[in-house]
């Protein structure tokens, strides 16, 4: 059916034509889309021949188009009547070849913006690609504007945003390309997603349903155009994207790099309150109750509202959003198209652990899957879109594209690129460093161990730094503040870096023992760059609510990216807000307080910074990575990359009898006594208690009780066993403990 209307079209574009014309695409979308071809560039450079569908702003184009368009919108109807604003362009006619089957572009917007403007789509339509954009339902002139919903009363009623649903933003999206399908126009499969925030998680939505669609009822089924031909997309491109947006919005601190599965678990978090209320504002929402598949001002009444963050309305936020507003939980049991996967250090809203989530399970799934990540100074606020850095990343998106649409060029390889943040703004990203895989990124680390208890007071911290380091409304990546501890705060300092300086990159874990508190207290945590001629500048923060306040607990910050220079020193702040004024305030809190903070006693830290020198470095600062700590959640196993690092639970590091060691005799007389030395050590921070320890074989029988050994001590045993059996005896030395493990050592006896 497809190719026959193919043939009817370029017939009648033949017949009906006339001579001078060299455009065959006159219309898209049922005629709803008017096509003008670009006469002269105006202020649009190489614009000339290019076809453009849809509506533009006069006033914002000098261009000379064959047919006027219009200026306010552009819309076609999806799936359940809404009418969405929408763009489509394409390349000159190649005439005499068929103007057919162009490979198209998918150019996705911000969250409350609109589809991309003509000239905006010129990147891609230079290299020879049709594009495609729109605006999502409950934005601009798709259903927000007073205008498109007096144009269309009926079709709007239910055009409020859906907050990317796999069944309706991104259905939109598949329906149209379709409809273009069946026209002729594009390929049915190669088809490219790119985007940022917003569209970036519309990008990565379409990368992993690939060729599936979604339907209301959430069932999965082929994705195919209205008349039938099978549809894929062929590479993605998400740009700071959410893949986890309870993680993103309200973060709990139960996120880890190092992690296989990152699907969120433990406490409710904390919200971004600055950056949840901005967003608020920025889209048309359903009326409160109405539809519980985006109750956006429900949910937004809940995280306002604070803790306690418990009951029926809680739970069915987070099953909703989890389920289907979050392409980390969409349905993974095949492997997502090839993908680009781009986030930033610096960027406070969707932070690089949240394509790392995606990345670390992904890659254990599939991992020959192509996809690789770029990781920078660059995205939401505090993002400093350095020009080396956004250049970079342009010249490999056009290389992913251009190999999976076209098969031009050699496949990209898939790895992880990133550039650290620099100070003044302006200045080019450091870097860039690449390695195989996130883990290899940073060979070494660094290490600060204290074990004295500081306290985090309900009411601690400086509200004029919070301010400083708040993103919104116009936070900086270079801010600085004084570099004082703040009064009723937690501070860790690690020592001056040497000459060379010290490049941090990843996420810092955090290993502490954390006492009192309550189930809605939250620590606050940043990592600073302290200046010794009084300033501090934050790399990279975390809010966190732990899961008790009872004992040993490990969390990481976000990932950062820095250079510590000659001189400078890097802190570990905890505070109990990241915050400058009480709940509620518009855009003055980066994190909302807590309700109910309690105070929390901290002692027994460690402090891990991940960073780019090898071990070895630096006189021997820097170390090799140790075991890495998995957290007290069901399944916690390591991501690809780390199984050479090695692991260990929560309650090993905290106490482990790791090493058991024998001397004695190898020899011995029927009868007689043996003595040896047995060696336990305890390499965790806390004390081992109830250690035992049991000596058995043939004729061998002996047990004591050895009591406490101390963190990090290892305490001598003698023994003294009567062997009654001649010949060849294998004693076995179990050494047992109430929270600390088992370990046994064999050792071979002759005895005469």
């Given amino acids: 059916m497809r190719k026959l209307a193919l043939v009817v079209a370029t017939f009648a574009a033949f017949i009906f034509a006339p001579a001078a014309a060299n455009a065959t695409i006159t219309s898209v979308l049922d005629g709803d889309l008017t096509c003008a071809t670009v006469t002269s560039d105006g202020n649009v450079s190489t614009s000339v021949g290019q076809r453009w569908c849809g509506s533009l702003n006069p006033a914002s184009i000098t261009s000379g188009l064959s047919t006027p368009l219009p200026s306010d919108r552009s819309t076609h109807k999806t799936f359940d009547g809404v009418p969405l604003d929408v763009n489509v362009a394409f390349p000159a006619d190649p005439n005499p070849a068929a103007d057919t089957d162009w490979p198209v572009v998918g150019m996705f917007h911000g969250y409350g913006g609109s589809k991309m403007s003509f000239s905006s789509m010129q990147r891609w339509l230079d290299k020879g690609y049709a594009v495609y954009s729109v605006t999502n339902r409950g934005s601009g002139e798709s259903c927000k504007s007073a205008g498109s919903i007096a144009a269309d009363p009926t079709g709007c009623a239910k055009g409020y945003v859906h907050l990317m649903d796999p069944r309706y933003e991104i259905r939109d999206t598949q329906n149209f390309l379709g409809e273009l399908v069946d026209e002729g126009v594009i390929s049915p499969d190669k088809i490219a997603a790119t985007g940022g925030s917003y569209g970036g998680s519309e990008s990565l939505h379409l990368g992993v349903l690939k060729n599936r669609v979604v339907d209301l009822d959430g069932t999965y089924h082929p994705w195919t155009s209205p008349l039938g031909e099978a549809m894929s997309v062929a590479v993605a491109s998400p740009n700071i994207p959410w893949t986890d947006l309870i993680q993103a919005l309200a973060p709990n601190g139960d996120t880890y790099d190092y992690l296989k599965d990152g699907s969120f678990s433990g406490n409710a978090g904390v919200m971004k309150e600055s950056y949840v209320n901005g967003l608020y504002i920025s889209a048309r929402n359903a009326p409160i109750g109405t539809d519980p598949t985006a109750d956006l001002v429900g949910w937004k009444g809940l995280l306002d509202a604070g803790e306690p963050y418990t009951g029926a309305a809680y739970d069915a936020m987070v099953a909703e959003i989890t389920g289907h507003h979050s392409a980390y939980y969409d349905d993974h049991s095949q492997a997502p198209a090839p993908l680009l996967l781009s986030s930033g250090f610096t960027d406070d809203l969707f932070p690089v652990d949240e394509v790392i989530r995606f990345y670390n399970r992904t890659k254990a799934q599939y991992p020959n899957s192509?996809?690789?990540?770029?990781?920078?100074?660059?995205?939401?606020?505090?993002?400093?879109?350095?020009?080396?850095?956004?250049?970079?990343?342009?010249?490999l998106e056009n290389s992913w594209v251009d190999y999976y649409l076209k098969g031009t060029g050699s496949q990209p390889?898939?790895?992880?690129?990133?550039?650290?943040?620099?100070?003044?703004?302006?200045?080019?990203?450091?870097?860039?460093?690449?390695?195989?895989?996130?883990?290899?990124?940073?060979?070494?680390?660094?290490?600060?161990?204290?074990?004295?208890?500081?306290?985090?007071?309900?009411?601690?911290?400086?509200?004029?730094?919070?301010?400083?380091?708040?993103?919104?409304?116009?936070?900086?990546?270079?801010?600085?503040?004084?570099?004082?501890?703040?009064?009723?705060?937690?501070?860790?300092?690690?020592?001056?870096?040497?000459?060379?300086?010290?490049?941090?990159?990843?996420?810092?874990?955090?290993l502490a023992k954390i006492t009192g508190g309550n189930p809605d207290s939250q620590v606050a945590v940043r990592l600073l760059d302290i200046n010794p001629a009084g300033t501090e500048t934050l790399i990279s923060r975390a809010t966190w609510r732990p899961a008790d306040s009872t004992g040993y607990q490990v969390f990481q910050l976000h990932p950062g990216a820095w250079k510590v220079e000659s001189g400078h020193s890097v802190r570990l702040q905890l505070l109990p807000k990241d915050a400058s004024a009480a709940a509620g305030d518009l855009l003055g809190n980066y994190a909302r307080p807590s309700n109910s903070q309690?105070?929390?006693?901290?002692?027994?830290?460690?402090?891990?910074?991940?960073?780019?020198?090898?071990?070895?470095?630096?006189?021997?600062?820097?170390?090799?990575?140790?075991?890495?700590?998995?957290?007290?959640?069901?399944?916690?196993?390591?991501?690809?990359?780390?199984?050479?690092?090695?692991?260990?639970?929560?309650?090993?590091?905290?106490?482990?009898?790791?090493?058991?060691?024998?001397?004695?005799?190898?020899?011995?007389?029927?009868?007689?006594?043996?003595?040896?030395?047995?060696?336990?050590?305890?390499?965790?921070?806390?004390?081992?208690?109830?250690?035992?320890?049991?000596?058995?074989?043939?004729?061998?029988?002996?047990?004591?009780?050895?009591?406490?050994?101390?963190?990090?001590?290892?305490?001598?045993?003698?023994?003294?066993?009567?062997?009654?059996?001649?010949?060849k005896v294998k004693a076995s030395f179990k050494v047992t403990s109430r929270n600390a493990g088992v370990k046994t050592v064999k050792k071979t006896l002759r005895v005469k």
């Fill in 370 to 395: 192509p996809m690789s990540v770029f990781a920078g100074s660059f995205g939401h606020a505090r993002g400093q879109n350095q020009s080396n850095v956004t250049s970079a990343l342009t010249v």
């Fill in 413 to 510: 390889a898939s790895n992880v690129t990133a550039y650290t943040q620099t100070c003044p703004n302006g200045t080019p990203g450091g870097g860039p460093y690449t390695a195989n895989d996130w883990a290899s990124l940073a060979p070494g680390e660094l290490v600060l161990k204290n074990a004295a208890s500081q306290t985090i007071a309900a009411d601690g911290g400086d509200p004029t730094v919070s301010a400083t380091f708040n993103p919104v409304p116009a936070g900086q990546a270079c801010a600085t503040a004084p570099n004082a501890k703040e009064t009723g705060t937690a501070n860790y300092d690690m020592p001056a870096a040497p000459a060379a300086g010290y490049t941090v990159l990843g996420s810092a874990t955090v």
């Fill in 598 to 727: 309690a105070a929390l006693t901290v002692s027994q830290l460690e402090l891990r910074v991940p960073v780019v020198e090898a071990p070895g470095a630096l006189g021997g600062l820097v170390k090799k990575p140790a075991k890495k700590v998995l957290p007290k959640r069901a399944g916690a196993e390591l991501a690809p990359g780390y199984a050479a690092i090695g692991s260990v639970t929560l309650a090993q590091y905290t106490a482990r009898i790791s090493k058991v060691t024998v001397s004695g005799p190898k020899k011995g007389k029927k009868g007689k006594k043996a003595t040896f030395k047995v060696k336990i050590t305890n390499s965790g921070r806390d004390n081992a208690n109830g250690v035992k320890l049991k000596v058995s074989g043939r004729g061998l029988r002996f047990k004591t009780y050895v009591g406490k050994i101390a963190g990090g001590k290892t305490r001598t045993v003698k023994v003294k066993v009567r062997m009654k059996k001649k010949g």
